[in-house]
């Protein structure tokens, strides 16, 4: 899926209906749209997202805590300050969205897709990614501390103050992405990079290692 994408592409657009602006605790929504709203607080926690398509809806604070997105697309939504702990996400894909000071500790996501999306103050402590790719994105002052990271990806993506200590990485290519984490040698055992990274990184991790780096004396 890309940011061209449009709705009426989607191949279930036709049995999409749209949603009846009710919010409550453990709904269950099934080929649902979600347009161009604003939606403040609302109380979804637990509720099911199947095969539903949100476009420009914006959440600002609210309680999603626990819902499942699957089969989800997501166009130029926002998550301000909302709270997405523990929420499941399958096969889903994002696109030009904004998550900024959102609470995601704990959430599990598998083969999903962000594009040209911003992540700023983002929570993901102890969250489970698989097969996950952020691709052209702007992730700022995410906190992946103490996540499990498998087959996750950050083509064209610029990372900045962004925290993998106590993060598991397996697979995870960190190639042809900005970097700006915060370092230790631990941090990114398990990550693919490029030659060009390793020589950016290499003062912070002679820094980490204790190591004193110094031109030889003079003859």
Do not use: Y
């Not at 940011?3 to 209906?17: F, I, M, R, Y």
């Not at 161009?36 to 109380?43: F, G, I």
């Amino acid at each position: 899926m890309t940011k061209k994408q449009k709705l009426e592409d989607l191949p279930h657009a036709e049995w999409l209906t749209p949603h009846d602006g009710r919010w409550v605790p453990d709904g269950d929504h099934d080929t649902v749209r979600f347009e161009a709203a604003e939606v403040s607080d609302p109380d979804a926690t637990g509720s099911r997202f199947l095969d539903c398509a949100f476009t420009g809806t914006a959440f600002e604070g609210g309680r999603l805590r626990a819902a499942r997105f699957i089969d989800v697309w997501a166009n130029e939504v926002r998550f301000v300050g909302t709270d997405l702990a523990e929420t499941g996400w399958q096969d889903a894909a994002l696109i030009g969205s904004i998550l900024a000071g959102t609470r995601a500790f704990g959430a599990r996501l598998t083969r999903v897709t962000f594009t040209s999306c911003k992540l700023d103050t983002v929570n993901l402590r102890d969250a489970v990614l698989n097969d996950v790719t952020f691709q052209d994105c702007l992730l700022r002052g995410v906190d992946f501390g103490g996540a499990k990271l498998t087959r996750t990806s950050f083509p064209g993506s610029r990372l900045t103050q962004t925290v993998l200590a106590g993060a598991t990485l397996d697979r995870v290519d960190l190639r042809g992405a900005e970097l700006g984490i915060t370092i230790d040698p631990q941090t990114i055992r398990g990550a693919i990079i490029s030659p060009a990274q390793l020589l950016d990184l290499a003062p912070h991790l002679a820094e980490a290692l204790g190591i004193k780096v110094e031109e030889p004396p003079l003859p």
